[in-house]
């Protein structure tokens, strides 16, 4: 079966566009595909099932993968081929005007479902998608070396995306839509970081990942606003029949235009793309070349015949895919790295692919199409290229390589070929689409823009294509040209199935230059609803002499010229002011957000335990404690009468009880000392229990008494922690405040309590319970509510019990792994000098890493050194872990200091002042720390949340602490 | 760890307790728990020691007997729980923190995931036969010894909020306790003074 694909897939490329005259008759042969043919033509909609067999292929991939090395690329590869196979076959009824339809349906009632729909654009796009995802799978089975590290992962990871993106291309739900979208995120993310031991790939994939899915957060918004307005969440339903306008519906398609900007990178979001570049090579090519950065152009695209009139629309996809275009292009020219050169020019020819596709004119819309398939076949067999030079030279730096078209001529006449077809040279199929490109804009010829608009449009787009010659001719000569200044390499030549997807790919963009009318039918398909000029346009090598040939010549000399003067040409970028760089804004952004944060936290989360009751306390007052002093006032609430129902107690021993609670309570409150002060209020909590006994609920009774039994002994654990006695609080206007607040509270509780006791106005609830509960065969109520009645309830409970105990356990422990001693290391007896000797060499250690922070190193109370600090001493504590007592680390003890003091007192000064000097955010991530002793803070003691996450190595959670929080077990 | 603790000399007297007896005046001379003890307060007590040895599984039983019972009388799983943990406690206390890690049947966070386990798997179960969540499931049996007893599904359920209750509690002792007394190990291993924390607890 994999011989099968492997053969197959170079030619089917080929056979991609050819099903159009063929009318879906005979699919290519191979294997697999006769077999699964003759069923597609019987059952016309396998999307789902072939959606699915993209998640159903990923999950045995990477022990595949560990077992078969490379070559189970080749299987991944088979679901984008059945993809792509049925789609063509699908192909001559989707051209004629019958889109493929099926449904899933997901949550009706809300207008979601999993509905796809296929006409000529996502037919243009699953060739893209799954066509060239699976030549690119090939190459993958040639480029990657067994054994590479976490190979498994990246397969499975590719397949699932190209499962998203083949959803997004095809679904007909916005939020499907959606839902697809920010899988191939996800995805993304994965594949760029999937060298993870980098920094560099950690950062790019998380700026890609932050770009993309955040600006699709505000398409999301933008999608719910455009399916409310227009009553549907159908895409077909709202292109057909688009809401009527005003200012939301301008709101929602910036904001939808917004996340297609940011998938598609347009500018000022183009900088996650040349970023992401340090994925491995085809995953460049199958993401930031074909698949992925599709996606921003195929939604505008899709959308553009119902929206494109709308307010606001044709400028903002006009404008910024212009300026996309010419700086994408401008910086391409500045590239060494052959990747980056490309990665720019992708910039460039998606902001050239976006406003063909915004324009949303019929020549645009065939002008689009043929670009979107040429860009698609270029671009990749450009990366793949790259991708063969950098396997087999090291290098990919334009610098350092030299006479290797000599040396790979096939390889260099497809790539030259792929780059003539970028430069827009005839006979390929990037010449064909350009013609088209520049004829939407001829001033008059189309109905929109107007003239004036389409005379800039027509200028900005032949600038645009002369950067595009330029930076192809450079690409070319960069890659494959004899230099006389740089020393040839020696390397092995790379292998024919290596060299065979590029070449593949390029006689696509060669076959559909030669033969333009191959694609058309699926340009005329997508494009022939919308708004048309005078006659109509076909997409053909010749029209005649036309403007835009002329036009092309310009762009053929002068991008010719600029290349012979690229000297010139450099010193004239290097004398350029430089631009601010929008990944700047970027950085700037996301440390604005992070500042805000720590700002936030640090203001409202003090850390003083009194601070937060006294604000719980006081909202309780401010809201339903005005609201019952109104009620009262007004007589709203009645006051149940003194007389009659009225009942001091039921029998005298409550009285006793209520004396010892009262008393107690008191003597809490005045009690300085914290051992008796926590003694008496557990007396305080018994006596509670003996009101349950006489009311006769011994459940509750018994449940308080055992709860209040362990409280008082966690709490011995913490008190001996801290000092003697409660600091002393000055007689001042904060102690009044307190005094006055608890009262205060106090009274509102106890009052509302009576009142609302006495409020029934309904039966209760519990009223022929006992009967059900002789129904479910219990005798004990309290127990059957819990576990039967409200056993929904309990359940909810019992998993935030869980929840909790995870929560303190993490809270507590936080940042100190290995912190209890193991237990098989300890068994070894272990000298104490020895023992001695290594917890100073350690401390050293650790010292020294709390010095490289920039942190106090000295050990003791009131030290509260930064999270970095802590965490590298902890790493240094592991370095010596084995030894029975690890040495302190510099940020361990102050930590359990800090969060002991909170819950036992709540005097965060005697947590220690806080030294810890907190993360400043205009610092570099990761070593996020003022020197020395910062200005004493009480208020930012336990507050571990105001840390800012900004170095990634420090934010995946730690297995060592779960493991840790179980006291070292043997 | 025993070799190593037994190897430390218990000092005669404290500093912050001049003039008292001897620390180790009361401290068993025979093996009583299962580790070398080192209790989580002050020295051994062979009292405590004691004690703990003869009611843990006392208490252990009874609160598989508040778990079984509470459908009847006062109990339930979330008091058996807090009983049972308490015999952990009290073994934490009387040992000191390899006692306890000596004692617990398994890690509290599997104690947490097994009961969260029980208790939802025990909630959805009826979804399989088409039945609404927690539907009750109970079989009524005589048998020789006991008479008529009831197998119910609520036990199931019961005993889910039981392990979660016992994971809670072991995880914060776990944490709270353990954790920052084997600090304190290691403080006063390296010499260094606890300061007025302990006079606190004494």
């Given at each position: 079966?994999?011989?099968?694909?492997?053969?197959?897939t170079?030619?089917?490329?080929?056979?991609?566009l050819?099903?159009?005259?063929r009318t879906?008759?005979?699919?290519?042969?191979?294997?697999?595909?006769?077999?699964?043919?003759?069923?597609?033509?019987d059952?016309?909609?396998?999307?789902?099932?072939?959606?699915?067999?993209?998640?159903?292929?990923?999950?045995?991939?990477?022990?595949?993968?560990?077992?078969?090395?490379?070559?189970?690329f080749?299987?991944?590869?088979?679901p984008?081929?059945?993809?792509?196979v049925?789609?063509l076959?699908?192909?001559?009824a989707?051209?004629?005007?019958?889109?493929?339809?099926?449904?899933?349906?997901?949550?009706?009632?809300?207008?979601?479902?999993?509905?796809f729909r296929?006409?000529?654009?996502?037919?243009?796009?699953?060739?893209?998608?799954?066509?060239?995802g699976?030549?690119?799978f090939c190459?993958c089975a040639?480029?990657f070396?067994?054994?590479?590290r976490?190979?498994g992962?990246?397969?499975?990871?590719?397949?699932?995306?190209?499962?998203?993106?083949?959803?997004?291309?095809?679904?007909d739900?916005?939020f499907a839509?959606?839902?697809?979208?920010?899988?191939?995120?996800?995805?993304?993310?994965?594949?760029?970081?999937?060298?993870?031991?980098?920094?560099?790939?950690?950062?790019?994939?998380?700026?890609?990942?932050?770009t993309?899915?955040?600006t699709?957060?505000l398409?999301?918004?933008?999608?719910?606003?455009?399916?409310?307005?227009?009553?549907d969440?159908?895409?077909s339903?709202?292109?057909?029949?688009?809401?009527?306008?005003?200012?939301?519906?301008?709101?929602?398609l910036?904001l939808?235009?917004?996340?297609?900007?940011g998938?598609?990178?347009?500018?000022?979001?183009?900088?996650?793309?040349?970023?992401?570049?340090?994925?491995?090579?085809?995953?460049?090519?199958?993401?930031?070349?074909?698949?992925?950065?599709?996606g921003?152009v195929?939604?505008v695209?899709?959308?553009?015949?119902?929206?494109?009139?709308?307010?606001?629309?044709?400028?903002?996809?006009?404008?910024?895919?212009?300026?996309?275009?010419?700086?994408?292009?401008?910086?391409?020219?500045?590239q060494?790295?052959?990747?980056?050169?490309?990665?720019?020019?992708?910039?460039?020819?998606?902001?050239?692919l976006?406003?063909l596709?915004?324009?949303g004119?019929?020549v645009a819309?065939?002008?689009?199409?043929?670009?979107?398939?040429?860009?698609?076949?270029?671009k990749s067999?450009?990366f793949?290229?790259?991708?063969?030079i950098?396997?087999?030279t090291?290098?990919?730096?334009?610098?350092?390589?030299?006479?290797?078209?000599?040396?790979?001529?096939?390889?260099?006449?497809?790539?030259?070929?792929?780059?003539a077809?970028?430069?827009?040279?005839?006979?390929?199929?990037?010449f064909?689409g350009?013609?088209?490109?520049?004829?939407?804009?001829?001033?008059?010829?189309?109905p929109?823009p107007?003239?004036?608009?389409?005379?800039?449009?027509?200028?900005?787009?032949?600038?645009?294509s002369i950067?595009t010659?330029?930076?192809?001719?450079?690409?070319?000569?960069?890659?494959?040209?004899?230099?006389?200044t740089?020393s040839e390499?020696?390397?092995?030549?790379?292998?024919?199935?290596f060299?065979a997807?590029?070449?593949?790919?390029t006689?696509?963009?060669?076959?559909?230059g030669?033969?333009?009318?191959l694609?058309?039918?699926?340009?005329q398909?997508?494009?022939?609803d919308?708004p048309?000029?005078h006659?109509?346009?076909?997409?053909?090598?010749w029209?005649?002499?036309t403007?835009?040939?002329?036009?092309t010549?310009?762009?053929?000399?002068a991008?010719?010229?600029?290349?012979?003067?690229?000297?010139?040409?450099?010193?004239?970028?290097n004398?350029?002011?430089?631009?601010?760089?929008?990944?700047?804004g970027?950085?700037?952004?996301?440390?604005?957000?992070?500042?805000?944060?720590l700002?936030?936290t640090r203001?409202?989360?003090?850390?003083?335990?009194?601070?937060?009751?006294?604000?719980?306390?006081?909202t309780?007052?401010?809201?339903?404690?005005?609201?019952?002093a109104?009620?009262?006032?007004?007589?709203?609430?009645?006051v149940?009468?003194?007389?009659?129902a009225?009942?001091?107690?039921?029998?005298?021993?409550?009285?006793?009880?209520?004396?010892?609670?009262?008393?107690?309570?008191?003597?809490?409150?005045?009690e300085?000392?914290?051992?008796?002060?926590?003694?008496?209020?557990?007396?305080l909590?018994?006596?509670?229990?003996?009101?349950?006994?006489?009311?006769?609920a011994?459940?509750?009774a018994?449940t308080?008494?055992?709860?209040?039994?362990l409280?008082?002994?966690i709490?011995?654990?913490?008190?001996?922690?801290?000092?003697?006695?409660?600091?002393?609080?000055?007689?001042?206007?904060?102690?009044?405040?307190?005094?006055?607040?608890?009262a205060?509270?106090?009274?509102?509780i106890?009052?509302?309590?009576?009142?609302?006791?006495?409020?029934?106005?309904?039966?209760?609830?519990?009223?022929?319970y006992?009967?059900r509960?002789?129904?479910a065969?219990?005798?004990?109520?309290?127990?059957i509510?819990?576990?039967d009645?409200?056993?929904?309830?309990?359940?909810g409970?019992?998993?935030?019990?869980?929840?909790?105990a995870?929560a303190?356990?993490?809270?507590?422990l936080l940042?100190?792994?290995?912190?209890?001693?193991?237990?098989?290391?300890?068994?070894?007896?272990?000298?104490?000098?020895?023992?001695?000797?290594?917890?100073a060499?350690a401390?050293?250690?650790?010292?020294?890493?709390?010095?490289h922070?920039?942190?106090?190193?000295a050990?003791?109370?009131?030290q509260?050194?930064?999270?970095?600090?802590?965490?590298?001493?902890?790493?240094?504590?592991?370095?010596?872990?084995?030894?029975?007592?690890?040495?302190?680390?510099?940020?361990g003890?102050?930590?359990?200091?800090a969060?002991?003091?909170?819950?036992?007192?709540?005097?965060?000064?005697?947590?220690?002042?806080a030294?810890?000097?907190r993360?400043?955010?205009?610092?570099?991530?990761?070593?996020?720390?003022?020197?020395g002793?910062?200005?004493?803070?009480p208020?930012d003691?336990?507050?571990?949340?105001?840390?800012?996450?900004?170095?990634?190595?420090?934010?995946?959670?730690?297995?060592?602490d779960?493991?840790?929080?179980d006291?070292?077990?043997? | 760890m025993?070799?190593?603790?037994?190897?430390y000399?218990?000092?005669?007297?404290?500093?912050?307790?001049?003039?008292?007896?001897?620390e180790?005046?009361?401290?068993?001379?025979?093996?009583?728990?299962?580790?070398?003890?080192?209790?989580a307060?002050?020295?051994?007590s062979?009292?405590?020691e004691?004690?703990t040895?003869?009611?843990t599984?006392?208490?252990?039983?009874f609160?598989?007997f508040l778990l079984v019972?509470?459908?009847?009388?006062?109990?339930?799983g979330?008091?058996g729980?807090?009983?049972?943990?308490?015999?952990y406690?009290?073994?934490?206390?009387?040992?000191?923190?390899?006692?306890?890690?000596?004692?617990?049947?398994?890690?509290?966070?599997?104690?947490?995931?097994?009961?969260?386990?029980?208790?939802?798997g025990?909630?959805?179960?009826?979804?399989?036969f088409?039945?609404?969540?927690?539907?009750?499931v109970?079989y009524?049996?005589?048998?020789?010894?006991?008479?008529?007893v009831?197998f119910?599904?609520y036990?199931l359920f019961?005993?889910?909020?039981?392990l979660?209750?016992?994971?809670?509690?072991?995880?914060?002792?776990?944490?709270?306790?353990?954790r920052m007394?084997a600090?304190?190990?290691?403080?006063?291993?390296?010499g260094g003074?606890?300061?007025?924390?302990?006079?606190?607890?004494?």
């Open positions: 079966m994999r011989a099968a694909t492997l053969e197959g170079p030619s089917r490329p080929a056979d991609l050819r099903p159009a005259r879906g008759t005979a699919p290519p042969p191979g294997g697999r595909c006769a077999s699964v043919l003759p069923m597609m033509i059952v016309p909609m396998l999307l789902p099932a072939i959606l699915a067999l993209h998640a159903v292929v990923a999950v045995p991939l990477p022990p595949l993968v560990r077992r078969l090395g490379p070559r189970a080749l299987l991944a590869g088979v984008p081929a059945v993809s792509a049925w789609a076959a699908q192909a001559p989707i051209v004629a005007g019958r889109a493929a339809t099926a449904e899933v349906a997901w949550a009706p009632a809300l207008g979601i479902g999993l509905n296929v006409d000529a654009l996502s037919l243009a796009m699953i060739v893209l998608v799954s066509g060239i699976a030549v690119i190459y040639a480029y070396h067994h054994g590479e976490g190979l992962r990246l397969a499975a990871v590719l397949v699932l995306f190209s499962g998203a993106m083949l959803g997004v291309v095809t679904t739900n916005l839509l959606y839902v697809f979208w920010e899988l191939t995120s996800v995805t993304s993310f994965l594949l760029v970081g999937h060298d993870d031991r980098k920094e560099q790939a950690r950062r790019a994939a998380t700026q890609a990942l932050v993309t899915a955040g699709g957060l398409m999301l918004i933008g999608f719910v606003m455009l399916g409310h307005a227009a009553g969440y159908s895409i339903g709202l292109v057909a029949d688009p809401p009527d306008g005003g200012p939301w519906l301008t709101v929602a910036v939808v235009l917004a996340g297609a900007f998938k598609s990178a347009q500018v000022p979001l183009h900088f996650w793309l040349p970023g992401a570049m340090v994925a491995p090579t085809p995953v460049s090519a199958y993401l930031h070349a074909a698949a992925m950065v599709k921003g195929y939604l695209a899709r959308l553009a015949p119902g929206f494109a009139d709308a307010d606001l629309w044709r400028w903002l996809v006009l404008g910024f895919g212009l300026a996309t275009m010419l700086v994408g292009g401008w910086r391409a020219l500045r060494d790295d052959l990747k980056l050169l490309l990665a720019y020019g992708t910039v460039s020819q998606l902001g050239f976006v406003l596709g915004g324009a004119t019929q819309g065939v002008a689009m199409i043929a670009m979107l398939l040429a860009h698609g076949f270029f067999a450009l793949l290229t790259v991708g063969i950098d396997h087999q090291g290098t990919r730096s334009i610098s350092r390589l030299t006479g290797l078209g000599r040396r790979m001529p096939v390889l260099a006449v497809a790539a030259t070929l792929a780059a077809s970028m430069a827009g040279l005839p006979p390929l199929v990037g064909v350009k013609e088209a490109a520049l004829e939407a804009f001829v001033p008059g010829a189309a929109a107007g003239p004036e608009g389409s005379a800039v449009m027509l200028t900005g787009l032949v600038l645009g950067l010659f330029a930076y192809s001719a450079r690409f070319v000569w960069g890659a494959f040209a004899d230099k006389s740089v390499r020696g390397f092995r030549r790379p292998s024919a199935a060299v997807a590029p070449v593949a790919l006689a696509v963009s060669l076959g559909l030669l033969a333009p009318a694609a058309d039918p699926l340009a398909g997508y494009a022939h919308l048309a000029g006659h109509a346009y076909h997409l053909s090598l029209h005649g002499i403007l835009p040939l002329l036009l010549g310009l762009v053929i000399a991008g010719a010229l600029m290349f012979v003067r690229r000297r010139a040409v450099s010193r004239l970028q004398r350029m002011p430089r631009w601010p760089d929008a990944e700047y970027y950085h700037l952004f996301v440390h604005g957000v992070y500042s805000v944060a700002s936030v203001r409202t989360q003090s850390g003083s335990l009194p601070v937060y009751l006294g604000i719980i306390l006081a309780m007052l401010l809201l339903p404690g005005a609201r019952l109104a009620g009262l006032i007004t007589g709203e609430i009645a149940p009468g003194v007389q009659g009225f009942r001091l107690w039921d029998s005298p021993l409550e009285l006793l009880v209520a004396a010892v609670v009262v008393v107690t309570t008191i003597a809490t409150v005045r300085h000392r914290r051992f008796p002060a926590l003694i008496l209020l557990s007396v909590g018994f006596g509670i229990a003996g009101l349950f006994v006489l009311h006769g011994p459940d509750l018994l308080l008494v055992l709860v209040e039994t409280t008082t002994i709490l011995v654990f913490v008190l001996r922690r801290l000092p003697t006695t409660f600091s002393v609080r000055p007689n001042g206007w904060a102690k009044r405040l307190t005094v006055l607040l608890c205060a509270a106090g009274t509102f106890a009052l509302a309590l009576w009142l609302m006791t006495a409020a029934r106005t309904d039966a209760p609830i519990s009223q022929g006992t009967e509960a002789d129904e065969g219990g005798d004990n109520l309290v127990n509510i819990l576990a009645f409200r056993a929904l309830d309990t359940l409970e019992i998993v935030v019990l869980a929840t909790a995870v303190v356990a993490s809270l507590v940042n100190r792994r290995n912190r209890v001693v193991d237990e098989p290391a300890a068994e070894v007896a272990v000298e104490a000098e020895e023992e001695a000797r290594l917890s060499a401390e050293e250690h650790a010292d020294s890493v709390a010095a922070a920039a942190a106090e190193p050990l003791g109370q009131g509260a050194p930064a999270r970095g600090a802590g965490a590298e001493a902890g790493e240094a504590e592991m370095t010596v872990r084995g030894t029975a007592a690890g040495p302190e680390g510099a940020g003890e102050s930590r359990a200091e969060v002991g003091g909170g819950p036992g007192g709540g005097e965060p000064a005697e947590g220690g002042p030294g810890g000097p993360p400043r955010p205009a610092d570099a991530p990761g070593d996020a720390a003022d020197p002793p910062a200005p004493p803070d208020g003691t336990p507050a571990d949340s105001a840390d800012p996450p900004p170095d990634p190595r420090e934010t995946p959670a730690d297995p060592d779960h493991e840790g929080s006291d070292g077990r043997p | 025993a070799d190593l603790e037994s190897a000399p218990v000092p005669a007297g404290r500093a912050d307790r001049p003039g008292g007896p001897p180790d005046w009361e401290a068993p001379r025979e093996r009583w728990l299962s580790t070398a003890v080192r209790p307060f002050g020295p051994r062979v009292l405590l004691v004690a040895r003869l009611l599984p006392a208490i252990l039983t609160s598989v019972s509470g459908h009847d009388r006062p109990g339930g979330f008091a729980g807090l009983v049972a943990s308490m015999a406690v009290l073994r934490y206390i009387a040992g000191g923190r390899h006692e306890l890690a000596a004692g617990i049947p398994m890690q509290p966070n599997r104690l947490l995931a097994l009961g969260l386990l029980l208790a939802g025990t909630a959805s179960a009826p979804l399989l088409g039945r609404p969540v927690l539907e009750v109970s009524t049996a005589v048998l020789p010894l006991f008479g008529k009831k119910a599904s036990l019961e005993s889910g909020v039981f979660i209750v016992v994971g809670l509690v072991l995880s914060v002792v776990a944490a709270l306790g353990a007394e600090e304190e190990y290691e403080a006063r291993e390296r003074a606890w300061g007025p924390e302990e006079g606190g607890a004494a």
